[in-house]
């Protein structure tokens, strides 16, 4: 059991490069998210997903893309990098209980992004 | 939306001394209260958490404690040890937000031998 499985660890892009963050879920769980990490900013969520073939924004959406083609995938697309993307990129999956409650969220191990 | 404000944004204190970190939410909404632990250069993880309708909740040296009322909720740790030295994210989430956190900024933790 892998539990949330993110690459690459590390990656370097250029300002307009795109590149796709993957993460996959051993664990069956209905719900994905992607959250970005920057110094003194906390977590913030990017991209949510409460099932394959749904997903939906978070607080800071823009200049990224996801899909749900699957329920242990969940890649995260930057369409045009720019230098404010630099960030540590985390993926995390939950048990989904619905509107009724949230559960433990458990991340992978997370995606360090420098975009020049 | 939710908006989670966490203080102080960095803590030191000796080992054996007690650690309180203090988050404040605004959706009054809000039922869930998670506590995530993250040593440099890992993932956070879950170290506790507490839901609306419980005050309190302890497990072992780290409780929670929880005022609906005035909207805010704390991370104690009793008896800290090196170890503890980390980031803590407090986060808070309501019913029929599919499961989203809203994070705290973090507190740094340092705890001195």
């Known amino acids: 059991n892998a539990g949330v499985t993110q690459t690459p660890k590390f990656q370097v892009l250029k300002t307009g490069q795109s590149m796709t963050l993957q993460c996959a879920q051993d664990?069956?769980?209905?719900?994905m998210s992607w959250y970005r990490q920057d110094p003194g900013m906390g977590l913030r969520l990017i991209h949510y997903?409460?099932?394959?073939?749904?997903?939906d924004q978070g607080e800071v959406p823009n200049g990224y893309n996801v899909s749900r083609s699957t329920t242990e995938d969940f890649p995260l697309r930057l369409l045009s990098a720019a230098p404010s993307q630099t960030s540590v990129y985390f993926c995390?999956?939950?048990?989904?209980?619905?509107?009724?409650?949230?559960?433990?969220?458990?991340f992978g191990e997370g995606s360090r992004l420098t975009v020049l | 939306g939710e908006n989670v404000e966490q203080h102080p944004s960095t803590l030191s204190v000796q080992e054996g001394d007690s650690a309180v970190i203090k988050c404040t939410y605004s959706?009054?909404?809000?039922?869930?209260f998670p506590w995530y632990k993250q040593e440099l250069g890992k993932r956070p993880q879950l170290i506790i958490d507490?839901?609306?309708?419980?005050g309190e909740k302890k497990d072992q040296r780290i409780a929670v404690t929880l005022n609906k009322t005035a909207k805010h909720f704390s991370l104690h740790i009793t008896e800290t040890q090196p170890e503890d030295s980390a980031v803590y994210f407090c986060?808070?989430?309501?019913?029929?937000?599919?499961?989203?956190?809203?994070f705290g900024k973090g507190t740094k933790l340092s705890v001195k031998p």
């Open positions: 986060a808070a989430s309501r019913a029929g937000s599919q499961g989203n956190l809203i």
């Open positions: 664990m069956n769980h209905e719900y």
């Open positions: 997903s409460v099932g394959a073939g749904i997903t």
């Open positions: 507490i839901r609306s309708n419980v």
């Open positions: 959706d009054s909404a809000s039922n869930y």
């Open positions: 995390a999956s939950s048990y989904a209980q619905g509107a009724v409650n949230t559960g433990e969220l458990f």
